[in-house]
């Protein structure tokens, strides 16, 4: 949802006797505008939802409803959270309060991609097409359709490994279409490769290697790891929003039987790294440890970050 419509909007339904909370997803169109915060014009305060059913079924026009934020009382302490709806947005600008897809940017040229390579295959069947063009020299119109409506005319064309006997004036040709067809996988390539790599992937990973070999390769692939570890810290940022209002939530209800403190949210790193990198690696670097250790530049607790970073 992030990377397509570039929001999430997600309204939590609480049972206020247990404390337990239901994210529920509601779609970004649904939103009719977003106003900001009366001391923050980059913050968004208020969501404004379209056409929305109250519970007597009547229809409201427009559903105002509260963002939800951390509140504090007047020594700073935390006391909970106001508000009605999560609002996460990505790729937003200073000047707008609204978040914008990875896709967005890359909409037009993914349909022209997708035309060149439908016109593509139309014009590969297309030249595949045969058909027959049988010249009868002298005959008038009604005499070629006499002939076509005769014994040898209904059985034309020619089964494969057939005879088909004629004078000098009937002859029969197989066509095909003369479209001369040149080689579109060079302007394909470009747009291919202009969408993948705005994309912030490598062409290795859409079977265009162009001139890297597999070691480049590896290499060339960092970056995007980089840029989707960096994408998974914001997701784990908008989840423990959630997650910490669940929490708020049980404990306002007195059901929360453990604290759990401080969490951590795990994901799956994504990397290019493997064991057989790892190990060489590893043990170059304990011996640069321990050449530090005895130096007594680094302590044994520093020591054990550097390993374990």
Avoid: C
């Amino acid at each position: 949802d992030l990377i397509i419509y570039g929001e999430w909007l997600h309204i939590p339904v609480i049972n206020e006797r247990s404390g337990r909370t239901w994210m529920t997803s509601a779609q970004p169109s649904s939103i009719s505008r977003v106003v900001p915060s009366a001391s923050d014009a980059g913050v968004p305060e208020i969501i404004v939802l379209k056409r929305m059913l109250r519970q007597d079924g009547t229809l409201q026009d427009e559903a105002p409803i509260r963002v939800i934020r951390p509140t504090y009382n007047a020594d700073g302490l935390s006391t909970g959270f106001g508000g009605d709806a999560f609002l996460f947005g990505i790729n937003m600008t200073s000047d707008n309060l609204r978040g914008v897809g990875d896709l967005f940017t890359l909409v037009d040229y993914l349909d022209l991609y997708d035309e060149i390579l439908y016109n593509r295959a139309e014009k590969i069947a297309a030249m595949s097409a045969v058909w027959f063009d049988l010249k009868l020299e002298g005959y008038t119109q009604e005499q070629i359709e006499a002939y076509l409506d005769s014994e040898v005319g209904g059985k034309l064309p020619p089964r494969p490994g057939a005879l088909y006997a004629h004078n000098e004036k009937a002859e029969l040709k197989a066509n095909s279409p003369q479209l001369h067809a040149d080689d579109h996988s060079a302007d394909a390539g470009v747009i291919k490769s202009h969408i993948v790599s705005s994309a912030g992937y490598p062409g290795t990973f859409f079977d265009d290697p162009g001139t890297a070999g597999r070691a480049v390769g590896a290499e060339m692939s960092e970056p995007t790891f980089r840029s989707m570890t960096s994408f998974q810290g914001l997701v784990r940022e908008f989840l423990k929003a959630e997650i910490n209002y669940a929490l708020w939530a049980r404990r306002r209800a007195g059901t929360l039987t453990e604290d759990p403190g401080e969490y951590h949210i795990s994901m799956q790193r994504p990397t290019n790294r493997d064991i057989a990198r790892i190990g060489p690696a590893m043990f170059r670097l304990s011996q640069a440890i321990e050449v530090l250790i005895a130096q007594g530049v680094i302590d044994n607790k520093q020591a054990r970050a550097i390993v374990a970073s």
